[in-house]
């Protein structure tokens, strides 16, 4: 099959220029101006932009946590992501304690056989560590998972100490992989949150104040030291706080190799939420910030100090939320937003806070290259995977859950009106998304073993 995607803009991370691109079979085969090649189909892509389809480097699909499931999993998820223009994601898969880290990928990489619509590829949560784990880490890379994450938060189920994290660090950095940190400081997290239950304080609010943005700032300070200390680089994902960008910053300025992700969530919403009539659809780890960081992150994304936006995507239900009616702690964490994502971060282009060309190095290349994957995916060359999106910017919208295809029955977008919609998506050649309606099918996606980040 050869399709013409005729006369849009096409932007990269680097520009944006009036371009046709043809597709034969599964990748792009020319870029050009006035290509006159024959094609089976020709898209009409005047008053579009035509960019690389989105890659959200953060998911959690049917991660099982507080006693339930994240409602999305690798069927309803990457089906929600195509309809955001979101063509690759990484995974974050997890081992058991005593579990090896091939074993556990076994059991992601089963949940996703067969069900993905999208490509997808996997990150490793170590929760442990020891001589074999670290010794396991290069079977792990071989096997395409290029990053790990460790956690300094979560005590008794994710989090380890500094000396683990240090060994981890100084192995990844030996083998080139990459390793993301969720900073937060989970002990004095846990002295408040016992306080604060003790003393009747259970209400979805005291999940922001018993995570203050000082001991993500700290703890991102920490992890970088410890990197540095690794003579390795760092990847802190979802950043929420000035604290943390500010530590981000300054390692930046001493020339350490650090990079950084935030989220769609700290962009656009703050704590506000926790206190107002659903609370507990807003508790998400690190916590959403007071109004006023937002501000500081935009300022993150131009300046550089934020190398990726991606989701964090972990969605519960009403219901499964409410598992934590009566103690914020019990509130399973996570939100959803991998549908939402290539949409909110252009509502930035269209406000003025980041450029086009930001627009697409935050969404796509940024991540592709740091996660091993381009130009595979994220780049609009000949021989990438024909993964593209016509996004039409005059397109106006409102975000529902009426209207949104996770399986999460409501939206922490609810009402908000946005500017711009990915109108057709494409992946490797096959139109996922178009006017009319949806052509994907669970297994079309596949596992992407990915290579060392390109740092
Ligand atoms: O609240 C969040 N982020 N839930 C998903 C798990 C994690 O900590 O990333
Ligand atoms: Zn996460």
């Known amino acids: 099959m050869r399709t013409l995607i005729a006369g849009g803009l096409v932007v990269t991370a680097t520009d944006a220029v009036h371009a046709d691109v043809l597709v034969v079979g599964e990748e792009i085969a020319a870029v050009g101006l006035g290509l006159s090649a024959r094609a089976d189909r020709t898209v009409d892509a005047t008053g579009r932009y035509v960019i690389p389809g989105g890659v959200d480097v953060h998911t959690h699909l049917q991660l099982e946590t507080s006693g339930t499931v994240a409602c999305d999993d690798f069927a309803t998820g990457t089906g929600a992501a195509a309809w955001g223009g979101t063509t690759t994601i990484i995974d974050y898969a997890g081992h058991d304690r005593g579990e090896s880290l091939l074993a556990g990928l076994a059991r992601w990489q089963a949940k996703a056989a067969g069900r993905a619509h999208v490509d997808y590829g996997f990150h490793m949560m170590i929760s442990e560590v020891d001589d074999r784990v670290l010794a396991e880490l290069a079977e792990l890379v071989a096997a395409g998972v290029t990053s790990v994450k460790l956690f300094m938060a979560y005590p008794g189920v994710y989090m380890i100490d500094d000396s683990a994290i240090f060994r981890v660090l100084r192995r990844a950095g030996q083998l080139g992989a990459l390793v993301a940190v969720h900073a937060e400081n989970g002990g004095p997290i846990e002295v408040l949150r016992t306080e604060y239950v003790a003393s009747g304080r259970t209400d979805a609010v005291y999940h922001a104040r018993s995570r203050p943005a000082i001991l993500e700032g700290e703890a991102t300070g920490r992890a970088i030291v410890l990197a540095e200390l690794a003579g390795a680089p760092v990847y802190i994902a979802h950043l929420s706080a000035e604290q943390a960008l500010n530590a981000v ?108 060309t930001r627009w697409v190095e935050l969404a796509a290349t940024a991540p592709a290259r740091l996660f091993g994957l381009y130009p595979r995916k994220g780049a609009i060359v000949p021989g990438a995977d024909a993964d593209l999106v016509v996004f039409d910017p005059a397109a106006v919208g409102t975000l529902s859950a009426a209207t949104h295809h996770s399986a999460v029955d409501y939206s922490v977008y609810e009402g908000l009106t946005v500017h711009g919609r990915p109108e057709m998506v494409m992946q490797r050649g096959d139109v996922l998304v178009d006017a009319d309606g949806f052509h994907g099918r669970p297994g079309a996606g596949h596992f992407l073993p990915r290579r060392l980040p390109q740092l």
């Open 249 to 356: 910053h300054a390692a930046r300025d001493r020339g350490h190799p650090v990079y950084a992700e935030t989220c769609p969530q700290y962009l656009y919403l703050d704590e506000s939420a926790l206190s107002g009539p659903e609370p507990a659809r807003y508790v998400c780890s690190p916590p959403l910030r007071p109004a006023g960081m937002q501000e500081a992150l935009w300022q993150g994304l131009r300046r550089g100090d934020l190398d990726v936006v991606a989701t964090d995507h972990c969605p519960f239900t009403t219901r499964q939320k409410a598992l934590g009616r009566s103690d914020f702690t019990r509130v399973p964490n996570g939100l959803h937003g991998v549908e939402e994502r290539l949409t909110l971060l252009h509502e930035g282009v269209h406000r003025g806070q980041i450029s086009l």
